[in-house]
């Protein structure tokens, strides 16, 4: 994966700094529903540099693999958008956006752009319907860009077909046991007898495939992608016992295909299970997102010297060290040289300070001054993360 050398970003009161200035890496999540992270890492910089007016700065934004990872690689590579036409879950046209990185050989597609939940919001949920065919063809597209690696960021699935439908979209045939083509959806997979991979895309299988997740759910069973995730898209219990049974169904004929068992893979269940179809076919390589993330923005050689980390998310709590951003952050700034403290701003802080320590984090801040309503905070989230930013500076500087 492409790791560009970090761009060092400076604020309007900022001075030129000096040789030893104190080097301060700024890599936070979004704010879900108030500020996307470059606007986080933004004002996070501004406090730094109110602060510490002649400290170096290196934002990078950052996500966990799921939604807003196509954005934040975007600002860091400073790549343009691509596009592709495709379909969204319930088979209507649209576009899809994709990136490349500026070297050519790295290629992400985030799953939510064409199948996501969000672009199906204005009809009801179709549980067993609702497929990933779309992001088959923007992840064809980004094969025709002549990439060596394809990224594809797992979060906000509108589905559960276990993948069936992104291999569709790659020029696969999914058949019935009389040779007819299945369905879209957890419902074709109910169905499907035998694959047919004559039309696959020539270079399906030339490239490297990895994939951004940050659950560890199998695909079947009681933790698996149907029984967890299936409910948030609209399943009723009756739809969630069919939709586990074809997904077994599909992870058997998998099985019986590759030789790979993807019934309890940890992660496969990401996604509605697209992680089964491309590791058992692609040979595809799940990974927890952040990690990848954090790989692909230069994280890991912009702390090498850093005197300070801060990052950030809408709410700190016990998601966030498993396998979220700040938990990414933690461990890759535990394994550098500079072993720089790491300090997480949120919206709400819900770690108990002992758990926070025992993750790797020095210290978790709220933004919130005191009882406040989550509109105000949400309307004054730019201006608290810039204060909150400036008091850590100044404590971590004195210290120095």
Not at 160 to 185: C, I, M, N, Q, S
Not at 334 to 353: F, I, N, T
């Amino acid at each position: 994966m492409t790791s560009p050398t970090p761009a060092e970003t400076r604020g309007p009161a900022a001075v030129p700094p000096t040789p030893d200035a104190p080097h301060v890496v700024v890599v936070p999540d979004s704010f879900k529903g108030s500020l996307a992270a470059p606007d986080v890492a933004a004002a996070l910089r501004d406090g730094v540099l109110a602060a510490a007016p002649d400290a170096r700065v290196t934002c990078l934004a950052m996500a966990d693999g799921g939604e807003g990872t196509l954005d934040a690689l975007l600002t860091t590579w400073r790549s343009p958008v691509r596009q592709a036409a495709t379909v969204d879950a319930v088979g209507r046209a649209t576009t899809a956006r994709y990136a490349v990185s500026p070297d050519g050989r790295t290629g992400v597609v985030e799953l939510a752009e064409a199948s996501g939940l969000p672009a199906v919001s204005d009809v009801p949920l179709q549980p067993l319907h609702a497929g990933t065919r779309g992001t088959g063809d923007v992840a064809a597209a980004v094969l025709d860009a002549g990439v060596q690696e394809v990224l594809v960021c797992l979060g906000g699935s509108a589905s559960t077909d276990g993948g069936a439908g992104l291999l569709v979209g790659l020029g696969a045939r999914l058949l019935d046991a009389d040779g007819r083509p299945v369905p879209d959806g957890g419902e074709g997979l109910a169905q499907v007898a035998s694959l047919d991979l004559s039309g696959l895309h020539p270079r399906a299988r030339q490239v490297r495939w990895r994939l951004a997740v940050d659950v560890t759910n199998p695909l079947v069973g009681e933790l698996g992608a149907a029984a967890v995730f299936a409910p948030q898209k609209g399943a009723g219990a009756g739809e969630v016992a069919f939709l586990d049974e074809a997904l077994t169904r599909w992870a058997d004929l998998l099985e019986r295909e590759t030789g790979v068992r993807t019934h309890d893979l940890p992660g496969a269940g990401a996604a509605g299970g697209v992680p089964a179809a491309l590791v058992a076919l692609l040979g595809a390589e799940p990974e927890p997102g952040a990690t990848l993330v954090a790989e692909a923005v230069g994280l890991p050689a912009a702390i090498e010297d850093a005197v300070l980390v801060l990052t950030g998310e809408g709410s700190f709590d016990s998601q966030s060290v498993r396998g979220k951003v700040a938990d990414g952050v933690a461990r890759l700034a535990a394994a550098s040289p500079a072993r720089p403290p790491v300090v997480v701003v949120a919206g709400q802080v819900l770690l108990p300070a002992e758990q926070t320590r025992a993750a790797g984090i020095t210290a978790a801040f709220s933004i919130a001054p005191g009882p406040v309503g989550l509109d105000d905070l949400m309307s004054r989230t730019a201006a608290r993360l810039t204060d909150v930013a400036a008091s850590v500076t100044n404590l971590t500087l004195a210290r120095r």
